[in-house]
């Protein structure tokens, strides 16, 4: 078992930058990827950005390349998204995710095992 807690997320405005950051603890010898998903009323969850954990590789969603950074500190077990130039769009509750995924199926929601509980972040125009 894995457990996932996010944390950082909040109001800011359009073009402001926020950071988010999520804390694995448990057995995580589970961790292939960590990655991080969004989630607004009546869509489906979407993918923002992933790191695979053994070499530092990254992965961005269209939408967010160029604005957001995702890094890891791995003496910590903990994964960072740096947000900037927000945009209204970007409002979601963001969801940390781990899991043991190949290469092709990253972006692929119910590939990841473990998920924290979310942290809302809301840009205002």
């Known amino acids: 078992q894995v457990q996932l807690v996010e944390s950082g997320g909040g109001l800011v405005q359009a073009g402001g930058s926020l950071s988010l950051s999520c804390a694995a603890s448990?057995?995580?010898?589970?961790?292939?990827?960590m990655g991080w998903f969004r989630q607004t009323p009546g869509k489906e969850r979407e993918f923002v950005a992933c790191i695979r954990w053994s070499d530092y590789s990254t992965s961005y969603a269209d939408s967010v390349k160029g604005r957001f950074t995702i890094s890891r500190d791995n003496a910590k077990s903990t994964v960072y998204l740096q947000m900037n130039s927000l945009k209204p769009e970007d409002t979601a509750v963001y969801y940390c995710?781990?899991?043991?995924?190949?290469?092709?199926?990253?972006?692929?929601?119910?590939?990841?095992?473990?998920w924290g509980q979310g942290t809302q972040v809301t840009v205002s125009s």
């Open positions: 995710a781990s899991g043991f995924v190949s290469e092709n199926l990253y972006a692929r929601p119910d590939r990841y095992a473990y």
């Open positions: 448990g057995r995580t010898f589970n961790i292939g990827r």
